[in-house]
C-alpha cells in the first residue's frame, strides 16, 4: 500500500536573528490511508512545524517526504500547490474562514483553484456542509456563526475535495468542551465512513484518545509513537 505520507530523517531549522533554531531534528514516520493518528507534546518542541511540512506549506531543511508515493523535493511550487489541493485537507485552530463570505462560498473555494465549474462547486459544497450537519446555514456568514459551526465549515472546506488526508492543528482548542466533541465526532465519522486519514494535533489527552495511534514529539524528535511497527 502507498503510504499516505512519509517522511525520512527529516530536519527543519529556522534561523532567528543569527541563531538557528532546530525545530525538527531528524523525525521519520509513515501514515497509511485511513489512519488516526495524533500528534502530542510540549509547546515548541515542533509539532506546528511537522505538520506544515506534512501538509507541503513548508520545505524541510533536509529529508524526504513523499506524498501518495510523490517526492515533494521533485516537485515546483506551483506542483506542489496542485498535490496539496488535490491530497490534503486543513482545518486549523483558528477556523481561517473569510468572514462576510457564506458558508456556501467559503467550501466551494478549494474547488475553484481546481477549475470545477460554478454549478458543480454548490452542488458539492452543499453535499459537504449536509455532511458536518450545516445543511441549514448555507447562506450564513462565518462572522455570522458559533465557533462550533465555523469549525464544522472549515471542516466541510476540507472535505469538499475528498482528500486523502485531512491535518488538523488544534481542531478544538477554540471550542467548548460540547463543540469540541461534535468536531471530534465528525472527524471520526470522516474516517471511519471514508477512510479518511486524519492526522491531529492536540495537547488535550481526551481528544488523543480519538486516535487509533498517538506520536508524542519532544525538542523536534519522535519521543513514542504507538503504531511504531508500521514505520
Ligand atoms: P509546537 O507546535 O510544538 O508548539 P513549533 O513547531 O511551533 O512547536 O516550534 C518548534 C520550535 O521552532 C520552537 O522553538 C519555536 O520557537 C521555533 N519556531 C517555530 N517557527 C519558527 C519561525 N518561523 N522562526 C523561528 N523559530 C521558529
Known sequence: M????????????????GVTVDALRGVSLRIDPGEFVAIIGPSGSGKSTLMHLLGCLDRPT??????????????????????????????????????RTSALDNVALPLV?????????????RAALESVGLGHRLGHRPSQMSGGEQQRVAIARAL???????????????????????????????????????VLVTHEPEVAAHARRQIHVRDGLIELDTGEAAA
Request: hydrophobic share 40%; aromatic share 4%; net charge neutral.
Open 2 to 17: 502507498t503510504p499516505a505520507l512519509q517522511v525520512v530523517d527529516l530536519t527543519r531549522s529556522y534561523q532567528l536573528d
Open 62 to 99: 533536509s529529508g524526504a517526504l513523499r506524498v501518495n508515493g510523490v517526492e515533494m523535493a521533485r516537485l515546483s511550487d506551483t506542483q506542489l500547490a496542485e498535490l496539496r489541493n488535490e491530497t490534503i485537507g486543513f482545518v486549523f485552530q483558528s477556523f481561517h474562514l473569510l468572514g
Open 113 to 125: 483553484y481546481r477549475g470545477v465549474g460554478r454549478a458543480e462547486r454548490r452542488a458539492r459544497a
Open 160 to 198: 469538499v475535495g475528498e482528500p486523502r488526508v485531512l491535518l488538523a492543528d488544534e481542531p478544538t482548542g477554540n471550542l467548548d468542551t460540547r463543540n469540541g466533541a461534535e468536531v471530534m465526532a465528525i472527524l471520526d465519522r470522516l474516517n471511519g465512513e471514508r477512510g479518511m486519514a486524519v
